[in-house]
């Protein structure tokens, strides 16, 4: 009896129609950037004029006359042109102090933390972007509700534990070959249901073909995988997360501890000018009210150089957030250089933000999915949003 | 007709090639024609005895798993690997099919383990019991190095016993209970140098039970075998009908009695149930399922490494399941990314325009 209930019910999901897809084009689409290795807040947004930082920073110091100011005396790294761009035309909001407290300076269990939203992350495989995929995916529509835009293995943060989240490099990946719609199948629901995934696959895949774009982007990895993911955006089929990331693998090109001047300089600039291609890509086609992105990094910076041109493991960064709809300017107060987490050469800046509020914001407030069954618990709105 | 009393009809196409993609993951032609001969019961000897053939198979493969590539990594993608060569050129591909079973079923994730040596030798235990006996396996499994570290349990201390692996074994049997008390059972319980460790000194004197009664009165409460019938019934039959207790009911109390896995998938592959609507087509493939059923059926095997590529890139990485509960499968594999990805796969190892690669394209193709 019981057995057949639950049949007929079955029946009836898999025999619905295609939901009608809420036009796409309404559809809010959220773009993280996970950045690996540990970036120096700063020494990306740099307090120029505080004495504390300028005598942290022996050799590494940036001053007022190499930074690029946006204001409260505080200055981009000279990298940074792109954002301080988007920064003056309110697309750009800089949070600062973003962490957790007492925070993990270990790369692989920092950046499970981040990748997880969860501090005690060790028994955690999935990640807060795949859990978002689960909550968003409509498992008889064949919609992919979420894509890692990269060449590296899938980082854990946009795992899933029931969707499959494809790794899409270039929009060449998605492409079904040879094949014209198949005929209607007969009475079998899971066979209509193929049917109807197939359907959606071969027209999702001449989307992606029709949607390629003569838009500029520089040939850095991240403007690269952040390309792809405009492409998708203007393929308009439906998918709500992305992630792209830079540094690549543990322990990632953001970790300076020896000579950190230099490539700190190249990867700000890839960020920057990546991030700066992809908000004028989609601005210049009407997208960018659409896009919310956001960065994280596992951790920032000690404030203290190393004796070797670099800085060791940090605790709290600024986080960026762009889009047509960020209020812009500075979120929360730079952190106070005199009140830091640790002691010694360890002192680092401490977290006035909890992460996983930015994440909230962007998941409840942003995509509109319930953010406390994702994240464990509720937490307050981080107010990067217009209202 | 009773669900579970042997089919007894000749076999027509659909339903030989229905049987070979359930209890492995392909027939090839001449296999379909000799079912079609034989009938259901005989096909069945034969696919569920150990062939001659299979002692030199394992002789060639131990070969290779010893190589060091397999055990030196860190990354579990040699062992699945090799698991993937194994599962193309086995001349038993019931052991594999079931292997992959309880991969699924344990859910170890070779990122957690962090040791590739570990996860091949997990999946040599879990080959060893695939068709045994499941009390032996889930004894076995307790003493696992893979499965330990995986469940948090690389040191098992009495201060701090691991939650991880009391809530695992009461998923494994389908129970709820306290967590706190099987903890403490398997307190002393570690991994040193790759090996099994019982330590006397960080065992909690205090616990209510020893290990191997708890794990003696987990096997005794008929939800365990019911929950191994359940999630078998899932894996040969259907994913798309839950099935009522008073079906599973008779399997479910003979493998109480005895916990012989080959005898439970004997019973299901060779019922009317098992060849009837309730069945056929019910399931769609896993990658994997996708991937060697294609490679076996057109006899064109593939380079393990880049199958495990491909597979991966349509939702199943081998040896990395995706949660506590295995893969979710059903219609959870099929998405609008995954199914030209499947057609992608298809088109690289079968000619263009051949009717075998429209075949592989067709939504048919993607069930079993």
Not at chain 1, 73 to 86: T, V
Not at chain 1, 170 to 192: E, V, Y
Not at chain 2, 144 to 169: M, W
Not at chain 2, 310 to 328: H, K, Y
Request: glycine share 8%; proline share 6%.
């Amino acid at each position: 009896m019981n057995a057949e209930l639950t049949r007929r019910q079955f029946l009836s999901a898999a025999a619905l129609p295609a939901i009608a897809r809420a036009s796409s084009a309404q559809q809010r689409v959220l773009v993280v950037v996970q950045l690996a290795g540990g970036n120096d807040g700063l020494n990306t947004v740099v307090p120029y004029e505080d004495d504390i930082y300028a005598r942290g920073r022996t050799t590494l110091r940036l001053t007022a006359k190499d930074v690029l100011k946006i204001g409260n005396g505080l200055g981009f790294h000279p990298a940074m042109g792109s954002f301080e761009r988007l920064f003056k035309d309110g697309h750009l909001s800089v949070v600062h102090g973003v962490g957790y407290p007492a925070m993990h300076r270990d790369h692989n269990a920092g950046m499970r933390i981040w990748q997880t939203a969860n501090t005690d992350a060790a028994a955690e495989h999935s990640g807060w972007l795949g859990r978002a995929a689960d909550q968003a995916s409509d498992v008889y529509s064949g919609a992919v509700p979420a894509v890692f835009a990269g060449n590296i293995p899938q980082p854990l943060s946009i795992q899933a534990r029931q969707t499959i989240v494809p790794s899409v490099h270039t929009l060449a990946d998605w492409t079904f070959p040879g094949l014209s719609s198949p005929p209607p199948s007969r009475a079998n629901p899971l066979l209509k249901a193929a049917h109807r995934i197939t359907e959606r696959g071969l027209a999702d895949a001449a989307k992606c073909a029709g949607s390629k774009s003569g838009w500029n982007y520089p040939q850095y990895s991240l403007a690269q995988s952040l390309r792809t993911v405009a492409n998708l955006i203007r393929a308009d089929i439906g998918i709500r997360v992305f992630l792209a990331e830079q540094g690549g693998v543990s322990p990632g090109g953001f970790d300076n501890h020896a000579n950190q001047a230099g490539n700190h300089a190249v990867s700000l600039r890839e960020l920057a000018e990546s991030i700066g291609a992809f908000c004028g890509h989609l601005a210049h086609d009407g997208l960018l009210d659409r896009v919310l992105l956001m960065t994280y990094s596992e951790f920032g910076r000690t404030l203290s150089e190393n004796g070797r041109h670099g800085t060791g493991h940090g605790a709290a960064a600024p986080v960026f957030v762009a889009g047509g709809k960020v209020m812009g300017g500075f979120v929360g107060a730079h952190p106070s250089l005199s009140d830091l987490e640790g002691t010694g050469d360890n002192a680092a800046p401490k977290a006035s933000l909890d992460f996983r509020s930015l994440y909230a914001t962007a998941l409840e407030e942003w995509l509109g999915i319930p953010a406390a069954p994702i994240l464990g618990k509720p937490f307050p709105s981080a107010g990067v949003l217009k209202s | 007709m009773n669900a579970w009393t042997p089919y007894d009809r000749p076999l027509d196409l659909p339903l030989a090639a229905h049987l070979y993609r359930r209890a492995g993951f392909a027939a090839t032609q001449d296999q379909l024609r000799q079912a079609m001969k034989d009938g259901p019961q005989a096909t069945l000897n034969r696919i569920l005895q150990p062939p001659p053939a299979l002692e030199a198979f394992e002789r060639r493969m131990a070969g290779l798993s010893g190589s060091a590539m397999v055990s030196e990594s860190a990354a579990s993608t040699e062992s699945a690997e090799l698991w993937i060569h194994r599962m193309q050129h086995t001349p038993y591909p019931l052991l594999e099919k079931m292997t992959l079973f309880w991969h699924d079923y344990f859910a170890i994730a070779g990122a957690q383990v962090g040791r590739s040596l570990l996860m091949e030798r997990h999946i040599q235990l879990l080959r060893k019991h695939a068709l045994g006996r499941f009390d032996a396996l889930l004894r076995d499994l307790v003493r696992d190095p893979a499965t330990l570290i995986a469940l948090n349990s690389r040191v098992n201390h009495k201060s701090k016993p691991s939650h991880e692996l009391a809530t695992a074994l009461l998923r494994y049997t389908s129970q709820q209970g306290d967590p706190t008390l099987i903890a403490r059972a398997f307190t002393g319980y570690a991994v040193l140098r790759d090996e099994f460790q019982f330590r006397d000194y960080e065992h909690d004197s205090g616990a209510k039970q020893s290990a191997d009664d708890t794990l003696q009165q987990l096997l005794q409460n008929p939800a365990t075998a019911r929950n191994v019938v359940r999630r078998m019934y899932r894996w040969l039959v259907s994913e798309t009908a839950p099935p009522g207790d008073e079906l599973l009911e008779p399997l479910a109390a003979s493998f109480a009695r005895d916990f012989d896995i080959a005898k439970l998938a004997a019973s299901i592959l060779r019922s009317n149930h098992f060849f009837s609507e309730q069945a056929y087509q019910q399931r769609v493939k896993s990658p994997v399922e996708f991937a060697i059923g294609l490679v076996t059926a057109n006899d064109r095997p593939v380079a393990a490494a880049k199958l495990h590529q491909q597979m991966s890139a349509i939702g199943q990485r081998l040896l990395e399941p995706p949660a506590g509960t295995g893969w979710a499968g059903g219609l959870r594999w099929l998405n609008s990314f995954t199914i030209a990805g499947r057609a992608n796969l298809a088109a690289s190892i079968l000619p263009a325009g051949s009717p075998e690669l429209a075949n592989a394209i067709s939504p048919e193709f993607q069930l079993s």
